[in-house]
Nanobody, 117 residues
Framework: QVQLVESGGGLVQPGGSLRLSCAAI????????MSWYRQAPGKQRELVAT???????NYGDPVKGRFTVSRDNTKNTVFLQMNSLKPEDTAVYYC???????????WGQGTQVTVSS
């Protein structure tokens, strides 16, 4: 019942910036916490950032101080501002919507971020 569409990925040089967007199509967006995950080739998927229904944000250690997650409930959209990008940030980035009661998880199709000189 919820569709997630990521956009904003691309190729950037180290030290550059990108802004990812995840648009949610469906009802009750404000009741979902939203997360960004990423997966690099040959590696496990890892949590990048989470923003709760109360706008409380948390980040994985590798991106703290460089990435900022935010949401706009009036537009049913979550953002990930990525600054000071490093080659190790290269991955497919996935948007995830989740709620605890009842348990629900929805995933976007992913958007490629490549950081290379």
């Amino acid at each position: 019942q919820v569709q997630l569409v990521e956009s904003g990925g691309g190729l950037v040089q180290p030290g550059g910036s990108l802004r990812l967007s995840c648009a949610a199509i469906g009802s009750a967006f404000s009741f979902y916490s939203m997360s960004w995950y990423r997966q690099a080739p040959g590696k496990q998927r890892e949590l990048v950032a989470t923003i709760t229904t109360g706008d409380n944000a948390n980040y994985g250690d590798p991106v703290k101080g460089r990435f900022t997650v935010s949401r706009d409930n009036t537009k049913n959209t979550v953002f990930l501002q990525m600054n000071s990008l490093k080659p190790e940030d290269t991955a497919v980035y996935y948007c995830n919507a989740h709620r605890p009661f009842p348990v629900r998880h929805y995933w976007g199709q992913g958007t490629q971020v490549t950081v290379s000189s």
